[in-house]
Nanobody, 118 residues
């Protein structure tokens, strides 16, 4: 069955870094556009970054541009999000999302918690 499993979250001090991973199985990973979204307590889920199936184009929310980097390794069925220069407002549960090129349906992981605090 389809699975997306995030990992790499944790507690980090402001200015620190983390690398999130999203390991996928059960579908044709290399055909899907992928994205990271996040949801902070009491706030709506927001799109953080997206990447095309071949990894040749990326997009970022203005709040993270220049600090976060999205990437993927289609040979390993894995997507990554490098988070640098973290701020307390980056605290959220981070989710990975895969969107079907055929009908637009999508899959979600269970999320990984990122907490930025001193």
């Amino acid at each position: 069955q389809v699975q997306l499993v995030e990992s790499g979250g944790g507690l980090v001090q402001p200015g620190g870094s983390l690398r999130l991973s999203c390991e996928a199985s059960g579908f044709s990973f290399s055909r899907y556009s992928l994205a990271w979204e996040r949801q902070a307590p009491g706030k709506e889920r927001e799109l953080v970054a997206g990447i095309t199936p071949a990894g040749d184009s990326t997009a970022y929310a203005p709040s993270v541009k220049g600090r976060f980097t999205i990437s993927r390794d289609n040979a390993k069925n894995t997507m990554y999000l490098q988070l640098n220069s973290l701020k307390p407002e980056d605290t959220a549960v981070y989710f990975c999302n895969a969107v079907s090129p055929d009908d637009g349906s999508d899959y979600w992981g269970q999320g990984t918690q990122v907490t930025v605090s001193s």
